[in-house]
């Protein structure tokens, strides 16, 4: 596949999560995908990737993820982006299981993943955010 075939692909998930519709982003997975990211308890495939995610849109339902920056380099695609846009409306699952109310905040996070593609599927993917700062600025964490 070319780098904008690949490109294409990482951007799935993004799209999947600024239309609401998570499960969108299913069929661009490799049936043997793997995903890690903060607070997460390991490597997630598919659905427990979907679960993950669904906590934060559940949470934030009207945050968008806005891509500011790609690159693409063979079968690596890394996406540099900014979520935000939406208020703390919903239940907050944290790592230790315990769900946080519903504050009223808005919060902005910036990020970045990187996704592996094989066989025109996303076999791997990589996010990397700062939930401390997610946490903080809902008013969760004393000021640093």
Request: with cysteine; proline share 8%.
């Amino acid at each position: 596949m070319s780098e904008q075939d690949n490109i294409k692909l990482a951007h799935a998930f993004f799209d999947a999560w600024n239309s609401g519709d998570l499960s969108k982003a299913d069929a661009f997975n490799a049936p043997d995908f793997r995903a890690e990211g903060p607070g997460a308890p390991g490597p997630m495939n598919t659905e427990q990737n979907r679960m993950y995610s669904q906590n934060f849109l559940t949470a934030f339902p009207n945050s968008k993820f806005e891509v500011l920056l790609t690159v693409a380099q063979g079968d690596y695609v890394v996406t540099h982006w900014k979520a935000g846009g939406g208020t703390h409306s919903g239940p907050l699952m944290s790592p230790s299981c315990t769900a946080i109310p519903p504050t009223g905040k808005s919060a902005v996070v910036m990020g970045s993943t990187t996704a592996q593609i094989k066989n025109g599927k996303v076999f791997r993917s990589w996010s990397f955010w700062d939930l401390s700062s997610l946490l903080g600025q809902l008013g969760l964490l004393p000021p640093m």
